[in-house]
T-cell receptor, first 111, second 111 residues
Framework: KQEVTQIPAALSVPEGENLVLNCSFT??????LQWFRQDPGKGLTSLLL?????REQTSGRLNASLDKSSGRSTLYIAASQPGDSATYLC??????????FGTGTSLTVIP | KAGVTQTPRYLIKTRGQQVTLSCSPI?????VSWYQQTPGQGLQFLFE???????NKGNFPGRFSGRQFSNSRSEMNVSTLELGDSALYLC??????????FGPGTRLLVL
C-alpha cells in the first residue's frame, strides 16, 4: 500500500527566507504527484502537478521537483511571505488510479 | 468555469441520525472523489465515482456510501452517525489522471 510522508510536520520561518518542504512515497508506480495548499478550515488549492515523466514544475515563487526512483519530491518556496502561511500537502496518484495524501507540513511565515 | 461546490457548508447532527452531502463538480469533469479530514487522521480517501460507477473505495465501513448522477453530481451518505464521524468532508473533481480540484468542504459536527 502506498504511504506518503511529509517532513517536517511544522515549520516556522522569518519572512523573506527560502524554504524546502519534503515529501516521500513508498511505491514509485505513480502517474503524477501534486502539491496542495490548505488554509484553516478550507478546501485544498492545487499548486503544482508533476507528471511521472517530468523532473520539475515551476509556478511563480514555487518550484517542485520529483525523483520517482527514490520516491521523493520537494517543494521549494522562494522569498517566503506571511501570506504563504498554510498547510502544504502532497499527494500521489498511483497506477491504480487512487490518490494518497501525506499528513502535511504546517508553515508559518513570521513578518 | 465555476469551481467545485459542496452543500451544505455546515451541518450539526446527533448520533444515530443519517446525513447526505452533495457535490457538484467542475463542468466536464466525470470523476468525483470524497475525502474525510480530521485532525487526528489527516485526509483519508472515502471513494471515487467515475461516469456513475464507483471506481475506487477506501477503508471505511459500509455506513459510508455514495452515488453519482448522470450530470456527474455526486452525493455521499452516512447512516447511523457516530461522534467520530465529525470531520471536514471534501470532494474533488478531475479529468482522468490530471489535477484534482477541491470544493470548500462540508463541516459535519455530530453531537
Amino acid at each position: 500500500k502506498q504511504e506518503v510522508t511529509q517532513i517536517p510536520a511544522a515549520l516556522s520561518v522569518p519572512e523573506g527566507e527560502n524554504l524546502v518542504l519534503n515529501c516521500s512515497f513508498t511505491d514509485s508506480a505513480i502517474y503524477n504527484l501534486q502539491w496542495f495548499r490548505q488554509d484553516p478550515g478550507k478546501g485544498l488549492t492545487s499548486l503544482l502537478l508533476i507528471q511521472s515523466s517530468q523532473r520539475e514544475q515551476t509556478s511563480g515563487r514555487l518550484n517542485a521537483s520529483l525523483d520517482k526512483s527514490s520516491g521523493r519530491s520537494t517543494l521549494y518556496i522562494a522569498a517566503s511571505q506571511p501570506g504563504d502561511s498554510a498547510t502544504y500537502l502532497c499527494a500521489v496518484l498511483n497506477t491504480g488510479n487512487q490518490f494518497y495524501f501525506g499528513t502535511g507540513t504546517s508553515l508559518t511565515v513570521i513578518p | 468555469k465555476a469551481g467545485v461546490t459542496q452543500t451544505p457548508r455546515y451541518l450539526i447532527k446527533t448520533r444515530g441520525q443519517q446525513v447526505t452531502l452533495s457535490c457538484s463538480p467542475i463542468s466536464g469533469h466525470r470523476s468525483v472523489s470524497w475525502y474525510q479530514q480530521t485532525p487526528g487522521q489527516g485526509l483519508q480517501f472515502l471513494f471515487e465515482y467515475f461516469s456513475e460507477t464507483q471506481r475506487n473505495k477506501g477503508n471505511f465501513p459500509g455506513r459510508f456510501s455514495g452515488r453519482q448522477f448522470s450530470n456527474s453530481r455526486s452525493e455521499m451518505n452516512v447512516s447511523t452517525l457516530e461522534l467520530g464521524d465529525s470531520a471536514l468532508y471534501l470532494c474533488a473533481s478531475r479529468t482522468d489522471q490530471e489535477t484534482q480540484y477541491f470544493g470548500p468542504g462540508t463541516r459535519l459536527l455530530v453531537l
